[in-house]
């Protein structure tokens, strides 16, 4: 019974992940780089937003509650309880040779009521507005330890254009990328929302609509730097 017991632990420590730390970078600062991937310059990154430690428990719980609060839950089935019929014992208790059924509305009768049936959902599961700030912040971090972040400038200068968009992404290695995340500025013009719309597997998003189930998704982040500074200029608010 001791080696049976020792046995399954074992299985169960491989089935298990071990956690992975992040990588540790000294100070907060990323590269900012052009439409031709092109090296331009330096910044420094906010601590508050880009150096947060986050419990994993924590952000599962967003991602439970995110994806629950994606279903409308307003679908509704009737049960028997719902059928209008009539109420009296369609047969006699004995002597038939049949089941005991007391109502036509029963869910195995054609015209019933359906059995453990879809119903409307209320929103039990809930989150706090400083928790999903929290995971914010986590997500931000973990995507900057692990070098997802690409910051870049002149990106609202580029041709309403899928090609142009292209060769973008092309010189900066990011042609190949799959779940590509564009983060840009509410400010910014159209022209690079049609330029990029079209590309597979890459995904646009404003700056004002960002939340931390789009970075937790994506694998590498394009982030112009206006939409850095919106980011940043919001969350102070």
Same mark, same amino acid.
């Given at each position: 019974?001791?080696?049976?017991?020792?046995?399954k632990?074992? !299985?169960?420590?491989?089935?298990v992940?071990?956690?992975?730390?992040? !990588?540790?970078?000294?100070?907060?600062?990323?590269?900012?780089?052009?439409?031709?991937?092109?090296?331009?310059?330096?910044i420094?990154l906010?601590?508050?937003?880009?150096?947060?430690?986050v419990?994993p428990?924590?952000?599962?719980?967003? +991602?439970?509650v995110?994806?629950?609060?994606?279903?409308?839950?307003?679908?509704?089935?009737k049960?028997?309880a719902? +059928?209008?019929?009539?109420?009296? !014992?369609?047969?006699?208790q004995?002597?038939t040779?049949?089941?005991?059924?007391?109502?036509?509305?029963a869910?195995?009768?054609?015209?019933?009521? +359906?059995?453990?049936?879809p119903?409307?959902?209320?929103?039990?599961?809930t989150i706090?507005?400083?928790q999903?700030?929290?995971v914010?912040?986590?997500a931000?971090?973990?995507q900057?330890k692990?070098?997802?972040f690409?910051?870049?400038?002149g990106?609202d !200068?580029?041709?309403?254009?899928?090609?142009?968009?292209?060769?973008?992404?092309?010189?900066?290695?990011?042609?190949?990328?799959n779940?590509?995340?564009l983060?840009?500025?509410?400010?910014?013009?159209?022209?690079?929302?049609?330029?990029?719309r079209n590309?597979?597997?890459?995904s646009?998003?404003?700056?004002?609509?960002l939340?931390?189930?789009?970075?937790?998704k994506?694998k590498?982040?394009?982030?112009?730097v206006e939409?850095?500074?919106?980011?940043t200029?919001?969350?102070?608010?």
């Amino acid at each position: 019974m001791v080696e049976n017991k020792v046995e399954k632990t074992k !299985k169960i420590r491989k089935v298990v992940p071990k956690k992975t730390a992040l !990588k540790k970078i000294d100070g907060y600062k990323a590269d900012v780089f052009d439409m031709e991937g092109k090296k331009i310059e330096e910044i420094s990154l906010d601590k508050k937003y880009f150096g947060v430690n986050v419990s994993p428990r924590l952000v599962a719980q967003y +991602v439970r509650v995110y994806e629950d609060r994606q279903h409308q839950g307003t679908r509704r089935v009737k049960t028997r309880a719902d +059928v209008i019929g009539s109420t009296a !014992k369609i047969l006699r208790q004995k002597g038939t040779g049949r089941a005991r059924h007391g109502s036509r509305k029963a869910p195995i009768f054609v015209g019933g009521g +359906v059995a453990h049936g879809p119903q409307p959902k209320g929103d039990s599961l809930t989150i706090s507005k400083k928790q999903k700030k929290l995971v914010f912040y986590g997500a931000l971090t973990m995507q900057y330890k692990n070098r997802g972040f690409i910051f870049m400038k002149g990106l609202d !200068k580029v041709q309403p254009k899928t090609k142009a968009m292209s060769d973008v992404l092309k010189k900066n290695d990011l042609d190949k990328t799959n779940k590509l995340l564009l983060v840009y500025s509410k400010l910014q013009n159209k022209d690079l929302i049609l330029s990029a719309r079209n590309i597979a597997g890459l995904s646009l998003k404003n700056a004002g609509l960002l939340n931390a189930m789009d970075l937790l998704k994506a694998k590498k982040i394009l982030m112009t730097v206006e939409s850095l500074d919106y980011i940043t200029q919001h969350e102070n608010k």
